[in-house]
């Protein structure tokens, strides 16, 4: 027969505790549990048998899936471009500093697809990105209320036409001396080609 004090250790209770933390990286949002045993007895045997419990930390930290809610808008491409293109301008900070975003790790937020970009902050982050703001609040528009939304948008105000685009059609029209010309196969072929398609 075994002596019951040897049996005590594995027959002992456990309360645990878990604790739920967040945690703001630069490439997004963690959260994390921490988990803590705490013994039901109050021998000392109890006690040592806890901090043994807890020693390995893989047994106290569980990753949790980190949330993207927006990582399969349009939007955060868009930015993470513009973002990569003034590089050798300026950094990412700086670029969320003239947007007004306190927290300089928002950029990253918004390009991962972990938060939304708000309304307020399109016309200054546009200015930040050197981009149109009508094409920035078009997708931020995408982003909040959704695709069907975004084209009833469209439907609304027709068609949001950049400043970019403006600058490509005074050139067509300039190229063809304002002849209005068709769209041909070869004219699409040509104007494809220059995006690498």
Sequence with gaps: MT?????????????????????????GIMAINIGILIPLGNSKHSREAKLYNVININDLLVKMPIRKPYADTRLPRFIETQVLALRPLKSQADIAAEAG?????????????????????????????????????????????????????????????TLNEIAWLKELREASDHGDPALT???????????GK
């Design 3 to 27: 002596p019951k004090s040897r049996l005590a250790p594995e027959r002992e209770h456990y309360r645990a505790v878990f604790v739920k933390a967040t945690l703001l990286f630069p490439d």
């Design 185 to 195: 196969t070869r004219a699409r072929s040509s104007l494809r080609a220059i995006f």
């Design 101 to 161: 975003f306190t927290n300089p790790n928002m950029i990253s937020m918004i390009k991962s697809g972990g938060t939304r970009l708000p309304i307020d902050r399109v016309p200054a982050l546009a200015k930040a990105l050197d981009v149109d703001p009508r094409r920035l609040l078009q997708l931020a528009v995408e982003q909040l209320a959704g695709a069907t939304a975004a084209r009833t948008f469209d439907e609304i105000f027709g068609t949001i036409v």
